[in-house]
């Protein structure tokens, strides 16, 4: 059995499409930055925190550990929580390049061998107007999602381009990375 060291129903969600069995558990862990760390060091260290806390719950299996951390030159974006501050953070990141850090970490955890991977996303945002805006907030509700948006969704709408290496890695979790890693530990994918 693989563990999800997500409570992330959008991570379990993409999960899911590999079609393995796995189950889901609450990592332990702050998850508030180090003064001066830089964005894809803090995605980094969450998503290897999160499978490291899950260690001694599930001594005998694979721990996938995984952050994302968005980034407006080093601005960091989290997730908004309320409607006012999704209005702020897409007012602030429109006509700009955000740039999404996803880290992956996979935890063998019998033996202690990890291995991290992090996809950079870059995405810019078009010009929006204050209608737009809240058109796209009421119909798509993404006050959990970091950027305030959801790429998966009706956030595509957003975008002038997104650049990334795996598409998977924008809405949460690089799935070409982790198909990699757990064949690596000798999961069989497909």
């Known amino acids: 059995m693989i563990v999800l060291g997500s409570t992330s129903k959008y991570r379990a ?5 590999l079609n ?7 990592p332990i862990g702050s998850e508030t930055p180090v003064p001066g760390e830089q964005p894809q060091a ?5 998503a290897a925190q999160k499978a490291h806390s899950l260690r001694d719950a599930y001594p005998k ?16 974006l989290g997730k908004p929580g309320t409607h006012e501050s999704a209005v702020a953070q897409l007012t602030l990141m429109q006509g700009h390049c955000v740039r999404f850090f996803t880290s992956v970490c996979l935890l ?6 990890s291995l991290l991977h992090t996809n950079i996303t870059q995405a810019k945002l078009r010009t929006l ?10 119909a798509d509700l993404p006050y959990d999602c970091a950027g305030s948006f959801k790429v998966e969704s009706l956030g595509i709408s957003l975008f002038e381009w997104v650049k990334s290496d795996d598409p998977t890695g924008l809405e949460g979790l690089p ?6 890693q757990l064949r690596h530990f000798g999961v069989a994918l497909p």
């Open 129 to 138: 107007t204050e209608q737009e805006i809240e058109r796209y907030l009421l």
């Open 20 to 26: 393995l069995g796995f189950l889901s558990a609450n």
């Open 175 to 180: 799935l070409i990375a982790l198909t990699k």
């Open 13 to 17: 969600k993409l999960l899911s499409r």
């Open 42 to 46: 803090l995605a980094e260290r969450l």
């Open 61 to 76: 299996q694979l721990i996938i550990g995984s952050d994302q951390v968005a980034a407006l030159e080093n601005q960091l």
């Open 108 to 113: 063998n955890a019998a033996t202690g061998d």
